[in-house]
DNA sequence: ATGAAAGCGCTAACAC
DNA sequence: GTGTTAGCGCTTTCAT
């Protein structure tokens, strides 16, 4: 932070571009001087200076992966992979919180979003229309977690939410469930939810798809609804649902495990009994799933896939080119595993 | 990205650096000119780039917390923390991964975490000597947290590990437990590891006063050792032990929730009762306590004022003007809660 | 094989 | 009140 290239340079009795270029092992240079300049370099405990060598090259060699909560089980360990892919690509990642908790603040968070120190960002923001997005973008690649319009602008990596939600529902029925209940869902007509790509209603999509091949119909009071895919307030809707004596379910998919997590603890205070009384799912495969009791049976998608594609799709997209137009852009859906645990494992 | 100031300052019929004080609303420009060239750059939708100005500036406006595990509950619970007490401070924070999973990896990454555009950190690096995160650091604000040194040269905010595992076992002693097993502690005497300042060993520390307290002495084949304070090795060291026939235990105390998650996990597998056969506590307070089962009772420490302290020492040490001397390094340690839920409550 | 010099986009004295 | 100007530390042609 304060010896710069020049003070190196002086030291070696050469010019700052024969350091910049020695440092950074351009032939150009007579290795022998390129070893003593960065034996000098060493000495002097010189580091370069990241913010005037990405002003200068226009790189910054950092991505960008936001996300509205830090400490979702979900996010962390995509974040936790998003790092590692990035380093595999020379990249350097870091993670950023969107929400503060207080609504409204998310606007002025993003719009630093891609002001910041980053080449580009992957961005999950649910709820951020793509007028937004390209606003705040500015002009920086962004890859989105599932995008929300079809086929937009973005590159975009999507979970499996249609075919997770449908195996999901499938797996309750295969057990011989009879009154499947659906945490987290918002109850709307089929019609109505093809037309949206909100992931809530992307799994509802699922759901009612197993059902309609199961002949049945989804009635609304099948569907415990949340303001947000928060353990805590599933625990609370679940318990009230319960107290309330409108329990009558014998099967749950959760739109989330960490909504499963309160849903468990919640049965299990009223004496509901997991699998034996009602069958429990969840979907997103959090690690914490396998340690809970009983163990969580769930729709695993697959995080490091989402982790993978989203930063090979930002480098590519980095990378390209100004030569020719840029490339169309791209949508993935990464895949999933139904994962079987106790907690819908009835011997039945 | 595209648009710069002097881009704005054409279209407005001004010079650059009007447009550089409008923008920040330096009081020296009249506030319609000033208005206007807001007005104008809004509308060519331009923004800063802030890798110019912070070269120009010396300033980032951002601080980065290093953490081994961004997919650890602590640690996103803290970064989560951290995100928010930056907020209230003016200034951003990024979170960043500085373990890859590779051993050997830690010190290049690190390398990177000072050099990079932020104007402080804060760190989490048990295993690093002072001399290099010195050196590291490049002159930056550094703010460690659990400090490995004696009073070291750096700000540290430490959590509670003596007097928390001290409460922890202590507890465990309450509830009438005659056996207590140490899951994740390393075996050493009392001397030798009041000699060392690694969290291991403080909370050791801690285990060993409440023995002595109960003029008890703590054996070898009491700790159950573990690499890493892991929910897989745990329960894989635990459920080995077990097996073994070694398992003589009536209470335990895991060095951290993740730790006592797995250990949850053997125990019910092999049929050992918690808390009737086992009483179980923890260290952290990580919000997925509360929902296992039997909900961990734990030593919550309050990751709140880690956040909050360690942002606001940061945040006081980069303001630290160059007039007169640095202020002397700050150590603080934040307080705890023995929080008591089914895992350890005993109806005796 | 190396050096000189021109900026990258912005800020902050200092002029006017 | 507003414009001029001189860099922040680095990269990169273009000379030599």
């Known amino acids: 932070m304060k010896v710069t290239m020049r003070d190196v340079a002086k030291a070696a009795g050469v010019s700052p571009a024969s350091v910049s270029f020695a440092l950074r092992g351009d032939p150009r240079i007579k290795p022998e001087t390129a070893q003593r300049i960065r034996d000098i370099a060493n000495r002097m405990n010189y580091s370069v200076n990241a913010t005037a060598k990405s002003l200068r090259s226009g790189r910054t060699g950092v991505i960008e992966a936001a996300v509205f909560q830090l400490d979702r089980p979900f996010y962390s360990q995509l974040l936790a992979g998003i790092s590692n892919a990035a380093l595999e690509h020379g990249v350097q990642a870091v993670a950023q919180q969107i929400s503060t908790g207080k609504i409204g603040h998310e606007k002025s968070i993003l719009e630093k979003v891609a002001n910041q120190f980053c080449d580009g960002v992957i961005l999950s923001a649910g709820g951020l229309s793509n007028a937004e997005i390209m606003e705040l973008s500015k002009g920086k690649p962004v890859v989105l977690l599932d995008d929300q319009s079809y086929q937009g602008p973005f590159d975009s990596v999507f979970t499996p939410c249609e075919d997770g939600a449908e195996a999901a529902v499938t797996h309750l029925f295969d057990m011989g469930c009879q009154n499947i209940g659906l945490v987290g869902a918002e109850f709307r007509p089929f019609d109505q939810a093809l037309r949206s790509m909100r992931v809530v ?3 509802l999509i699922g759901c009612l798809r197993a059902f309609e091949r199961h002949g049945l119909k989804l009635a609304e009071s099948a569907v415990v609804p949340l303001d947000d895919w928060d353990t805590d307030d599933a625990y609370e809707a679940v318990s009230k649902t319960i107290s309330e004596g409108r329990f009558t379910f014998d099967g749950l998919f959760c739109m989330t ?8 603890r919640a049965l299990r205070e009223h004496g509901i009994r997991v699998p034996d009384d009602v069958a429990v799912i969840g979907f997103d495969g959090v690690h914490a799933g396998e340690y809970v009791t009983p163990s969580l049976s769930t729709i695993a998608v697959n995080i490091d896939e989402i982790a993978r594609q989203s930063v090979s799709i930002l480098c590519r997209r980095i990378n390209e080119g100004r030569h020719g137009a840029p490339a169309m852009p791209k949508h993935v859906t990464v895949g ?13």
């Open 201 to 203: 209603d992307r799994r």
């Open 257 to 264: 495990d960490a909504v499963a997590f309160g849903v468990l």
């Open 336 to 348: 999933y595993e139904v994962v079987v645990r106790e907690s819908s494992a009835r011997i039945s």
